[in-house]
């Protein structure tokens, strides 16, 4: 039975056309289904181009698996799996990239690849919901297929239970290098090069401080930050991003179904296209750059941002749009068993607890629906709500009451994360009502309780509220003349990404009246 569809083998075939050199598609099977599946996917890909051939005669250590090689096995990337769902375009860039194909990757950067030592053997452990893994995916394909150095498997976590349990990978992506940890979470090619590449971050605070002063400096790269470098490029003025990360939360946002006009995105597809939109303009853009300090413009001087690198940055004008991140629970044991059962994205991480016994931390929207996708793969989800009532709409509520593998648990404090030094083992909470401490046995826990502005870093600077966002009035204008400020990292209500691109876009439009009236 075919693994792909007409619709989809016809754009395979018509992807395939740009190949630049013959590839070929090693399979390891075993007698599985998986293994079955495999085979006829690997059938299916070779079938589509006269560059493309396939072998089953391979001898990897994981089985279903196969590898992507050319130039003699010198280009090499490698599937232990099935790689569809999220990372089926995984597949099609590595065939592209493993067959000559360039990467659409700044210059400078893939040289910096090309120049990597090795031998650098790197194994991504994924999972089919994530949307995270991609990122990571690709990017070690790139390398893979750029320097001989360089090899990596994608593996399938759900596929290969026993290597995750030995292996004791309770998160997606996690990343080995050469057999050792090397990251966890999303990661572009960029952060990556970043970290093998110790002198990077020099040559880049290097190049930072030679910049000019800008117009308009726009501090993050969200929905906030994109629009109002957008709007503000579109009045012809002299203008900068500075980012940490390139799209922000949206990065880790699965389904996005309230964006009007568009009926359903997910959030790395509509970062890249936010990206590629203020790419159209000429802004000058600085990801992986970490803001640490404001000094505010004084007479006769300007407005300046520090780097976490050392170099720093002015501007006539900024645009604050730093937005927010997960809110941790501040316990004993949080931070301890991060990434080996404390979670933050169940349909990342999800999958790795399938059959285990997991709690949800949250009843609101995102908690009560990170209850019910869990519900549908593990063995029993207990929801903890500090209010005395859940907070979610009321559709969702009775949707998670239907389900026979759930405990509503409600006036709720959770006190402490149990664990035996490798992982999660269960939770503490105390009830409100009565003062009693109950223990839950458990091996996963997912964080959903809302969110925390990322502000630390403009305390002092400017005027914040006592929930550390950015205080703005109705032009998005701050506490300090010529700094203004948009999306969630700011008192505006309702933290939604097309309000977020609307205080973004009237943000920058504020910021050029004000240097219009100021001459």
Known sequence: MPVLDAATTAQLKAYLANLRRPIELVATLDDSAKSAELRSLVEEVAAQSDKVSARFDGTDERAPSFAIRADEGRAEAVFAGLPMGHEFTSLILALLHVGGHPPKEDADLLDQVRGLEGPLHFETFFSLTCQNCPDVVQALNIMAALNPNITHVAIDGALFKDEVERRQIMAVPTVFLNGQ????????????????????????????????????????????????????????????????????????T???????????????????????????????????????????????????????????????TLILSTGAR????????????????????????????????????????????????????????????FDSQLRADAVLQAKLRSLPNVTIVTSALTTEVLGDGAKVTGLVYKDRTSEELHTVELEGIFVQIGLVPNTEWIKGAIDLSARGEIEVDARGATSVPGIFAAGDATTVPYKQIIIAMGEGSKAALSAFDYMIRQG
């Open 181 to 252: 940890p090397f990251g966890s979470g999303r990661m572009d090619l960029a952060q990556i090069v970043a970290k093998l590449d110790t002198n990077a971050s020099a040559r880049a605070a290097e190049k930072i401080a030679a910049k000019e002063p800008f117009d308009v400096l726009v501090v993050g790269g969200g929905p906030a930050g994109a629009a109002a470098a957008i709007y503000a490029a579109r009045k012809g003025i002299r203008t900068g991003v500075v980012a940490e990360r390139f799209g922000g939360q949206v990065l880790d």
């Open 254 to 316: 699965m389904g996005i179904e309230n964006f009007i006009s568009v009926q359903h995105t997910e959030g790395p597809k509509l970062a890249a296209q936010l990206e590629s939109h203020v790419k159209e303009y000429e802004v000058d853009v600085m990801n992986l750059q970490k803001a640490t300090a404001l000094i505010p413009a004084s007479e006769g001087s300007l407005h300046e941002v520090q780097l976490e690198n050392g170099a720093s940055l002015k501007a006539k």
């Open 326 to 385: 997960w809110r941790q629970m501040g316990v004993p044991g949080e931070d301890e068993y991060r990434n080996k059962g404390v979670a933050y994205c169940p349909h990342c991480d999800g999958p790795l607890f399938k059959g285990k016994r997991t709690a949800v931390i949250g009843g609101g929207n995102s908690g009560v629906e990170a209850a019910i996708d869990l519900a549908g793969i593990v063995a029993h989800v207990t929801l903890i709500e």
